[in-house]
């Protein structure tokens, strides 16, 4: 059978699916559980929201470039390698709240909320 491979465009199998990010230094982070969490519109497509998604990622490990290099330069291969101190989770969390606002920059939007028995939109 003649097949050609699959790109990383083309989705592959049924299962989680991540941003991809050229360095495996940074957490992936699963685009259904990050979707959910976002709560973005119903109407906001998939496809959008996978290119904010790599596009988040990607900005995301240039803005934290330097500190990948100083905890490489310590022996450090993943950022979950120092997640159990306080200060690898702090940068864990930074990390991820940069790439949820980024991927909310980019489809310009503010989370979708339900709306209270009042009418109002709670947070």
Known sequence: MNQ???THLEPTAVGPRFPGCHD???PRLELSALRERLQLRPDTSQAHFEVAA???AIDAAREFARWRAA???RGYKRLEDVSGH???RAL???YT???EASILRDLREVPHRKASRRGGAYA
């Open 97 to 99: 709240r940069f790439v």
């Open 71 to 73: 905890l490489r330069e």
């Open 86 to 88: 306080d200060h690898g």
């Open 24 to 26: 495996p230094f940074w």
């Open 4 to 6: 050609r491979p699959a």
């Open 54 to 56: 790599q596009c988040a």
């Open 92 to 94: 864990l969390v930074c």
